[in-house]
C-alpha cells in the first residue's frame, strides 16, 4: 500500500521552469529507486530522470543540462527541477517509486496519478 501525490504541474513558458515534487507515503520498507516519466500524446512513456538510493542519478539526453532531480529521502519525496523549458516538454509527467519488501528481492512498481505541464507561449 503506497500511494504517490505529485504536485507542481502548470503551465510555463519557453524557458521558464516549473518544479515537481512526489511524496510518497503508505507501507514502505525500501525505496530503490525514485524516478519522473513523461509522456507525450501519441508517444511512449519514457524515462526523464530518476535517482537511486546512494546517490545515482541518470537523466535522459534530452533534459540533461537542464532538469535536476534531487530526493528528501526522510521524506520519501522526489523533485524535478525543470529549468529552460521547451514546447517538447510538454507532456503528462508520472512519479514512480520502486520499493522492495525483504526478503523479497522484486521491485514492485508504483505510480502517481499525473501531472500535465504544458510549455507553450
Known amino acids: 500500500q503506497v500511494q504517490l501525490v505529485e504536485s507542481g504541474g502548470g503551465l510555463a513558458q519557453p524557458g521558464g521552469s516549473l518544479i515537481l515534487a512526489c511524496a510518497a507515503s503508505g507501507s514502505i520498507s525500501s525505496i530503490y529507486a525514485m524516478n519522473w516519466y513523461r509522456q507525450a500524446p501519441g508517444k511512449q512513456r519514457e524515462l526523464v530522470a530518476g535517482?537511486?538510493?546512494?546517490?545515482?542519478?541518470n537523466y535522459a539526453d534530452s533534459v540533461k543540462g537542464r532538469f535536476t532531480v534531487s530526493r528528501n529521502y526522510a521524506a520519501n519525496t522526489v523533485y524535478l527541477q525543470m529549468n529552460s523549458l521547451k514546447p517538447e516538454d510538454t507532456a503528462v509527467y508520472f512519479c514512480?517509486?520502486?520499493?522492495?519488501?525483504?526478503?523479497?528481492?522484486?521491485?514492485?512498481?508504483?505510480w502517481g496519478q499525473g501531472t500535465q505541464v504544458t510549455v507553450s507561449s
Open positions: 514512480n517509486v520502486g520499493v522492495v519488501t525483504p526478503p523479497s528481492r522484486n521491485v514492485d512498481n508504483y
Open positions: 535517482i537511486i538510493t546512494g546517490g545515482r542519478i
